[in-house]
């Protein structure tokens, strides 16, 4: 799930997931296999979204919209 998101933001951005990947000090080839474990932690996704100016949230929504 995680890595689909990754690969919408790379084409939103106008960038490669190798270009997020190095910007975030990792190899392409590291990141790649963390996308197909789908292994990225909450602190992961926040920090790349850092990293390109943008902003991250997880968290649950129950019925009544309040989020957890």
Known sequence: MT???IKILAVKLNISVAEIARKHGK???NFW?????????V???KEIAQEWGIEYES????KN???I
């Open 27 to 29: 190899t392409p080839q």
């Open 65 to 67: 919209g309040e989020k």
């Open 33 to 41: 296999k963390k996308m197909q474990r789908d292994s990225f932690t």
């Open 3 to 5: 890595s689909e998101q």
């Open 59 to 62: 968290h649950f929504i129950l």
């Open 43 to 45: 602190k992961e996704l």
